[in-house]
């Protein structure tokens, strides 16, 4: 509980978040508009499932501790759903406003494409989910205190700082499949996006026994990755270009010799 | 230019054009087309009307930067006020002093009595807040531009000096550093006379930027501290309720102070207005400068009226100013309409065209809107038990509101209150997540569940 672990949390909880905003986001004023309006989706469905948890909680018996943690459970994956579905609405949103745009502007582009604003809103939901799991334990992490004195695990904020930063990766990725599977009428697409956030939330339910949350979250972690990926237009080819500075494209467009 | 000029001339009485070009925002285009009118949204020297293709891109493009304008300031003077609340305990104590404006106490003894209470607080803080706006309304109607000035100006004398003064003290008291008188008088002695250098005549844009964000951090710092509980959440509400008639209702305080501004062709109160460019073209500066000298004891800036007779240290007089700041949002659009003026005035003269262009044009937004969010903010972190959950929430939901007030601004392009929408968010957001969300959000964490 010192300061070394409140920074050393943050940044992995935030790091890669915060860099890709910084690099990839932060030039572009529509582009930041757009993520803070996804965490403001975010925001809403997470009221809604509290508002339902709430009211669940309050006509129970508040004394039974197996039914209180069954109303967790219901509250976490109805929240799950609720979240996915204004990740749906959302997309139905900007659908309904880049047509919009697009009419009144005579153009065949628009300002910003689908895919960037499913990284943008994937993203913004990612910030908003990983802030509220983890911004008040970090905050405790400064207090005074010791880990795991009644007999708790001891890893609890490392493991929640990882937890964090795989949540917060997975909503960017969820986002970009969910869009492309919106757009390519793939409901195969979005199911999986929809089990996949279900499993990671579920899988959670076994802390503090952290091999068995961490290692699956980050299993799927790297399958959506490579799903959006793929779905972003990359492939196993444009990887070995880029990685090897050989791509011609990017080359030019970055004004540097090969 | 041109374009301002035909805009100017096709658009005598109607300042939508120019005020629709603040924010550039798409449907602007729309209503300017039915009105027979070339579309405008862009840089004067370089529009023609065989750019409409990239016309609506770029005024997207434009509206979006617009709006990041706003954000950047509200964000920081939010930080500024959280990051103290946060560390300096004085701004939370209740010491038991109030405002005069909030003589009912709330410690007593029964629920209804307290409610009560508050209930006739806010009421007589709205009603002062009302019979300001008027008088100044009515100082401005008879051109009392004098008194308006030096009220505005011994208001910020009192921000930038005394409260400042408190506010550093309580940081070194906070942050346990030692500090002689003699160093910490020429701290604010310097701090307090470029402040009003700064914001009452010419200084860089950043500094006066800066200093606005200060000031308006400061205030909102006051409210935080001396308003109760309820009082402070009633206020709110009724401000809101207040900024919409007062700025849409035909008879309203607000909406005659713009409407004659704009009869004498003149900026209201540029000095408390937040701008993110500069107010006065630069080659505009030397022609105008007549005009400038006459006008610019109007304009003013704000009321920070406050600073009431009764010099009571813990005399907020800021409210009503800061109040008048906040219509600014929708007066800066006027200012718009001023610059144009002002640019047509150049054109016999030959005058290169001014560099200014879409970029430049930049927003305004009132200050008292600053002091508003930022209060609401600070409440949230200070009092609300959900802590970071809620302040998060509420600065999310303050931004939202505001990226909607500038889009009704491009639709309707024409003043608009800026708090009602953001406050309302804030407010809904305040209370549901402080009551629903935070005990969810707590028992995951003790689970250690994530959704």
């Known amino acids: ?258 | 230019m041109a374009d301002h000029v035909e805009n100017a001339v096709n658009n005598v009485s109607n300042d939508g054009t120019e005020v629709g070009r603040h924010t550039e925002t798409t449907p602007g285009r729309n209503e300017v087309e039915l009105n027979g009118q070339p579309p405008t949204a862009r840089p004067p020297q370089v529009l023609t009307d065989s750019e409409e293709d990239e016309d609506e891109e770029l005024t997207l493009k434009y509206g979006a930067k617009h709006v990041i304008m706003l954000f950047i300031p509200v964000t920081l003077c939010m930080v500024v006020v959280v990051a103290t609340i946060k560390s300096v305990s004085f701004y939370t104590q209740k010491d038991g002093q109030q405002l005069i404006y909030t003589p009912f106490r709330e410690d007593t003894e029964t629920v209804g009595q307290r409610a009560l209470n508050s209930m006739l607080n806010a009421a007589i803080m709205i009603s002062v807040i009302v019979v300001m706006t008027l008088v100044l309304v009515v100082l401005y109607k008879y051109r009392c531009y004098k008194v308006i000035q030096g009220w505005l100006f011994f208001s910020n004398l009192l921000l930038l000096f005394f409260f400042s003064f408190i506010y550093l003290g309580e940081v070194f008291k906070t942050y346990n550093v030692a500090m002689d008188y003699f160093t910490l008088a020429v701290i604010i002695w310097n701090f307090g006379v470029v402040g009003m250098i700064c914001i009452h005549w010419k200084g860089p844009l950043r500094l006066q930027q800066a200093y606005l964000i200060m000031i308006s951090a400061l205030m909102a710092l006051v409210f935080i501290k001396y308003l109760p509980e309820w009082t402070a959440w009633l206020i709110l509400a009724a401000i809101s309720v207040y900024d919409l008639l007062a700025v849409l209702c035909p008879k309203g305080p607000l909406r005659i102070l713009v409407e004659t501004a704009q009869e004498r062709n003149e900026p209201i109160f540029p000095a408390l207005i937040y701008s993110s460019t500069m107010v006065w073209l630069f080659n505009m500066a030397d022609s105008a400068e007549p005009r400038n000298n006459s006008s610019h004891p109007v304009p003013q800036q704000e009321n920070q009226d406050a600073v009431a007779p009764t010099a009571q240290p813990e005399d907020d007089g800021g409210f009503t100013p800061a109040w008048v700041n906040q219509q600014q949002h929708q007066l800066g659009p006027m200012q718009s309409t001023e610059d144009s003026r002002r640019e047509i005035q150049e054109l016999p003269s030959a005058r290169p065209p001014p560099v200014e262009d879409e970029e430049e044009r930049g927003v305004k937004l009132g200050l008292g809107d600053f002091i508003f969010y930022s209060m609401l903010v600070g409440k949230a972190s200070a009092t609300a038990s959900g802590d970071w959950n809620t302040t998060i929430a509420c600065f999310v939901a303050i931004l939202i509101g505001l990226c909607l007030t500038l889009l009704l601004l491009a639709i309707f392009k024409k003043a608009l209150p800026a708090l009602p929408i953001s406050i309302t968010f804030g407010l809904v957001f305040y209370f549901a997540t402080d009551n629903l969300v935070r005990p969810f959000m707590d028992q995951l964490a003790v689970h250690q569940f994530y959704i």
């Open chain 1, 1 to 258: 509980m010192t300061v070394a672990v409140f920074f050393g949390c943050t940044f992995i909880a935030f790091g890669p978040a915060v860099a890709l905003f910084v690099f990839t986001i932060a030039r572009d004023p529509l582009r930041v508009i757009f993520l803070i309006a996804g965490a403001f989706f975010w925001l809403v469905s997470l009221l809604l499932s509290s508002l339902v948890w709430f009211i669940t909680v309050q006509i129970s018996n508040k004394n039974s501790a197996t039914q209180q943690t069954g109303l967790l459970i219901f509250g976490v994956v109805l929240s799950v759903l609720l979240q996915e579905a204004f990740r749906y609405g959302y997309y139905r949103l900007l659908k309904k406003a880049n047509e919009g745009l697009l009419a009144l502007s005579q153009e065949d582009t628009m300002p910003i494409s689908i895919r960037q604003l499913a990284y943008v809103s994937g993203l913004g939901f990612g910030f908003m989910s990983g802030a509220f799991s983890v911004v008040n334990i970090l905050s405790d992490s400064l207090g005074p205190g010791t880990v795991g004195i009644h007999g708790d695990s001891q890893h609890y904020f490392i493991s929640s700082a990882f937890m964090t930063l795989a949540i917060i990766l997975l909503h960017m990725f969820w986002g970009v499949v969910f869009f492309e599977s919106c757009e390519r009428q793939r409901w195969w697409g979005l199911g999986a996006v929809v089990i996949s956030h279900l499993v990671v939330s579920c899988v959670s339910f076994v802390n503090p026994h952290y091999q068995g949350s961490l290692i699956p979250t980050y299993i799927i972690l790297s399958v959506m990755a490579a799903w959006a990926y793929l779905c972003a237009g990359g492939s196993l080819r444009n990887l070995k270009l880029c990685l090897t500075c050989k791509d011609k494209d990017f080359l030019l467009a970055n004004h540097r010799p090969r």
